[in-house]
């Protein structure tokens, strides 16, 4: 049993800051992508960040320059440092994780997602 769990979800002021972790925690012999996707009200769930655990990061445009993916491999957690917050990235935050069990099988986890909200 896996089981990802997020945190760092807040109302900010447009210009804002946050920072969003995702702990994976469970039968985990080693992970390999993880990354965040929002979804706002009323729209699909679109790719934000995704961080390989071997190769280069891939951001959305709308997010470049100002969101940074990072990960903590030895705490299994996946960070979002989101600067100059705007309106439009009011949205449920999402990690998921591409995770390896013990028996090397793969599979695809998501949490249950983070509320952020950026106010005018």
């Known amino acids: 049993q896996v089981q990802l769990v997020e945190s760092g979800g807040d109302l900010v002021q447009a210009g804002g800051s946050l920072r969003l972790s995702c702990a994976a925690s469970?039968?985990?012999?080693?992970?390999?992508?993880m990354g965040w996707y929002r979804q706002a009200p009323g729209k699909q769930r679109e790719l934000v960040a995704v961080m390989p655990s071997g190769g280069s990061t891939k951001y959305a445009d709308s997010v470049k320059g100002r969101f940074t993916i990072s990960r903590d491999n030895a705490k299994n957690t996946v960070y979002l440092q989101m600067n100059s917050l705007k309106p439009e990235d009011t949205a449920v935050y999402v990690c998921n994780a591409d995770i390896i069990s013990f028996r090397r099988t793969k599979l695809v986890y998501w949490g249950e997602g983070t509320q952020v909200t950026v106010s005018s």
């Open positions: 469970g039968s985990i012999f080693s992970i390999d992508a």
